[in-house]
């Protein structure tokens, strides 16, 4: 009895003996995964360009602040790329690889981006209302800081989950007990959005304006993020949507998510940052060493310094001369009663002399 030979698994669209976890990036009968293919390699291309375009624009930009602010924008931009990046790990069908690579990555990329949003947030909320902003350092270590708490929760998750060995659990777990897991390893990432949400709103609030347009970018990319997610998470509790659809919702929500990255934050960002300086952005110079509110001294008035004693003065005194800026002492004119003046010589008994008398 001859063996069967192995049966081909072809699809429209794509070459012979392609592995079938690879077929939605070529498969015609499913053209959701070619075209979130195609958008997501445009998003990434696009970003690839804004970051080149970052670089270049370093010694370019005038304003001080702003340039303080390129490290933080550099390392958003990195995360928006592999937002875009890890799209093809929800083309491709789960397996032992891409399972751990979509639970991993997905909260932390999303952690990372609203870490940098937050950042920057904190320091909108002192520029709006005229105080010293922070540094470009610490805007960095913020960002940084606050997306490693969702590095520390996806690593603990990964070991746990896994088993340190057992790399195929993902494609084991039920459906409904696989979306919960999802949900939940993302609720830092849910927290972290919202206190930017909450936290741009405070930029509305200050006396200069120029500041308030970054804060509203900041707001609405926070806004549109936040509808995004409160979909797909709604759609992977729908029982009927299963196993079918939870790769298309998931694809889905980062192509839609990166390009709201792009287009409410970074575009409106480099058109902003290409402007000059503008000085009604600021307080007035070393305003930052000056007090911001005087308390009012109340005691006994000096009247010598007083312009209403002088107008008094004068009425009173009659030929007082006051000094204003003089002690209390005032001189005043005396009616003279003797008269201490000098005679002065007279020049009568020498009228015509010319060695004769006069008349003669």
Request: with cysteine; glycine share 6%.
């Amino acid at each position: 009895m001859t063996p069967t030979a192995p049966t081909k698994t072809t699809f429209p669209g794509c070459r012979e003996h392609l592995d079938p976890r690879y077929h939605r990036l070529c498969d015609m009968s499913e053209v959701w995964g070619i075209v979130l293919e195609a958008v997501a390699a445009l998003g990434a291309v696009t970003t690839v360009g804004f970051l080149l375009a970052l670089v270049i624009l370093i010694c370019k930009v005038q304003d001080s602040n702003k340039r303080k602010l390129l490290p933080t924008q550099f390392l958003f931009l990195l995360g928006v790329l592999g937002v875009f990046g890890l799209t093809f790990a929800f083309i491709i069908q789960l397996d032992q690889s891409t399972g751990p690579t979509r639970f991993f990555l997905f909260g932390v990329l999303f952690a990372l981006c609203f870490s940098c949003l937050l950042a920057h947030t904190f320091n909108l909320t002192k520029l709006v209302r005229g105080r010293k902003p922070l540094s470009m350092l610490v805007m960095l270590a913020l960002a940084v800081g606050f997306s490693l708490v969702q590095d520390i929760i996806a690593v603990e998750y990964m070991v746990l989950i896994m088993n340190r060995t057992h790399t195929e659990v993902f494609q084991q777990l039920p459906v409904l007990r696989r979306h919960e897991d999802f949900v939940l390893l993302l609720t830092y990432v849910i927290f972290l959005m919202a206190l930017t949400f909450l936290a741009s709103s405070f930029t509305f609030c200050g006396s200069f304006t120029g500041w308030k347009k970054h804060g509203i970018h900041i707001f609405l990319t926070t806004l549109l993020s936040m509808a995004i997610w409160a979909a797909w998470i709604t759609l992977l509790w729908v029982p009927a949507i299963g196993d079918r659809w939870e790769d298309t919702i998931l694809a889905s929500t980062l192509v839609a998510n990166g390009w709201v990255f792009l287009l409410a934050y970074v575009i409106p960002q480099f058109q902003l940052l290409t402007k000059q300086r503008n000085p009604t952005d600021y307080p007035v110079d070393d305003a930052f060493c000056k007090p911001q509110l005087m308390k009012q001294s109340y005691g006994v008035e000096n009247r010598a310094y007083s312009q209403e004693e002088v107008t008094h003065g004068l009425e009173d005194l009659g030929d007082t001369l006051y000094a204003p800026y003089s002690t209390h002492f005032q001189l005043q004119n005396r009616t003279s009663q003797k008269n201490f003046s000098i005679p002065r010589a007279q020049a009568s008994p020498y009228n015509n002399y010319e060695g004769r008398k006069e008349g003669s």
